[in-house]
């Protein structure tokens, strides 16, 4: 039998052999369908994968009051949205002052500029330096680690010392492959002692998250004076357990800094780090679905195709396939010959497949920054959808092939 089944194998790759065009084209449409299924959930995947890394490390024991919540900062109508008063550097104070729940640590910070440029000694950077002031707890409640040297302490924020804080990119950038630690930078001609260098944290949506410079919040006050500026409040709870306690504390006490009254909505939004995750990642499940309607939608074609092109081959073939049964070749026989070669080209559509998705996966995500990984899963289902396309396209075909009459295919011209 292993011997018959070998034959039926070499019969089919001989004949795929001798329809070459028919066989590339085949395995083009094919190869089209997986190949938008893979590539679409391999961006999608490389996309959550930056999501989760850039967030998760926030820990979900963590929440912001910042100045819209996300939801209406990101979907809602523009025209309609209430518009809330930015958070000021007084009501921060305030509510450090104020808030004083067990376990908690509130970090405060702002964005002095998006476009700063640092010096050292002779060498400066492009203009394009991000540059916050934060407090001593910034960093923890954010998930920066430090790479080399320490980080801030309560007495550089309190004493409002000249240290800074920069990102990975400094060393091969501004430093030419130096140690920055000790070294001495300019920021708008104010003098900072590099005293910690963070981990690399790379780039998210075009953003370099390692091309940032942290100085003590009242150092950065003093720098960026622009009218308007709005502070972020970031609380990390020790016990995870109390987070929602934490919260409804935090609510009460920033509705008390701004005066509202029990009738008032809030004029502030507030989020959970893993809310926030969340709802990015449902956006990219609707992705997925969407990846797998299109994806259907071309594959089903592929197999309408693929069947059709093989009824065409088993009417081609007729005569070869009288030859047969008339030496003695049964109806299993015939009927595994092409369905084999039907298994055969699906594969080879769905290797093909297979290799373009990665490949249009990687470019996408390359393009936008995001943290690229092999798709398993979405090889796994390729692999699958391909045997099952395969299947329901050679059944036909092959089934009509064994059910020929010897007399009458030997007759066909």
């Not at 910690?196 to 949506?205: P, V």
């Amino acid at each position: 039998m292993f011997s018959l089944f070998r034959e039926n194998i070499r019969i089919a790759l001989s004949s795929i052999r001798n329809q070459a065009l028919r066989t590339i084209l085949t395995v083009l449409i094919i190869a089209i369908g997986i190949t938008a299924l893979v590539g679409i959930l391999s961006a999608v995947s490389a996309l959550e994968n930056t999501i989760s890394s850039d967030f998760a490390s926030m820990g979900a024991n963590t929440f912001n009051i910042q100045r819209y919540d996300f939801r209406s900062q990101s979907f809602g109508n523009n025209q309609d949205r209430k518009v809330n008063p930015i958070i000021s550097y007084n009501e921060v104070r305030e509510f450090e002052d104020r808030y004083q729940y067990p376990f908690t640590e509130t970090a405060i910070s702002f964005t002095g500029t998006a476009s700063a440029e640092v010096k050292y000694e002779n060498e400066k950077t492009d203009p394009e330096i991000r540059v916050l002031g934060v407090n001593e707890f910034y960093l923890n409640n954010t998930g920066l680690e430090v790479e080399e040297g320490r980080q801030f302490n309560y007495f550089d924020i309190r004493n409002n010392n000249n240290v800074a804080i920069v990102g990975s990119d400094f060393r091969d950038g501004l430093f030419k492959g130096l140690d920055p630690v000790n070294k001495t930078i300019s920021v708008r001609g104010a003098k900072f002692k590099i005293i910690g260098i963070l981990e690399s944290k790379g780039s998210t949506f075009g953003n370099n998250q390692d091309l940032r410079v942290f100085i003590p919040i009242q150092h950065a006050r003093s720098i960026f004076s622009q009218p308007n500026i709005n502070y972020d409040l970031s609380v990390r709870v020790s016990n995870k357990e109390l987070l929602e306690e934490a919260m409804d504390e935090a609510i009460i006490t920033f509705r008390n800094v701004r005066g509202l009254n029990p009738v008032e909505e809030n004029n502030f939004g507030l989020e959970r780090s893993d809310d926030l995750i969340n709802r990015i990642l449902s956006i990219t499940g609707a992705l997925n679905i969407a990846a797998w309607i299109i994806s259907i939608i071309t594959i089903f074609g592929s197999s309408i195709a693929l069947m059709n092109i093989m009824l065409v081959t088993v009417t081609e073939r007729t005569r070869e396939i009288g030859v047969r049964k008339a030496l003695g070749a049964k109806r299993n026989t015939i009927a595994t010959q092409f369905f084999l070669e039907t298994l055969v080209i699906g594969q080879m559509g769905g290797i093909l497949g297979i290799l373009l998705g990665i490949g249009i996966g990687f470019a996408v995500s390359s393009a936008l920054d995001f943290k690229f990984t092999t798709p398993w899963m979405a090889m796994f289902w390729a692999t699958a959808i391909t045997v099952l396309v395969a299947i329901l396209a050679g059944s036909y075909p092959a089934l009509k092939a064994s059910r020929q009459d010897p007399i009458e295919s030997l007759r066909y011209e």
